[in-house]
Nanobody, 125 residues
């Protein structure tokens, strides 16, 4: 079993920054991929960024150049550094993990079996 707990969300003005954290406990060594997703009211959950066990990263086009996903293995924590935030980044952000994500599907919701409860990010104009 794997438990994921997000933190770091909040309210910021456009152009600001936030760093989201995801504390991971349980069978963390089995996780092949970890990712951040987000869901805005009335919209489907979408992939934001992902990292696999060799360190390779993938980003959604909407956040490329503004967000960085990284892990601290010693702390069993996943991070998402978000800069130059826009009002359209407003959403609930979720951390996800799985022990096997198929190639080419790294930002697909249905590839992940473990999810956190989410942390809210609100960006005002």
């Amino acid at each position: 079993q794997v438990q994921l707990v997000e933190s770091g969300g909040g309210s910021v003005q456009a152009g600001g920054s936030l760093r989201l954290s995801c504390a991971v406990s349980g069978y963390v060594n089995n996780m092949n991929a970890m990712a951040w997703f987000r869901q805005a009211p009335g919209k489907e959950r979408e992939g934001v960024a992902a990292i696999v066990d060799d360190g390779a990263t993938t980003y959604a086009d909407s956040v490329k150049g503004r967000c960085t996903i990284y892990k601290d293995n010693a702390k069993n924590t996943l991070y998402l550094q978000m800069n130059s935030l826009k009002p359209e980044d407003t959403a609930m952000y979720y951390c996800a993990a799985d022990d096997w994500v198929r190639p080419g599907r790294i930002l697909r919701v249905d590839e992940y079996g473990y999810w956190g409860q989410g942390t809210q990010v609100t960006v005002s104009s």
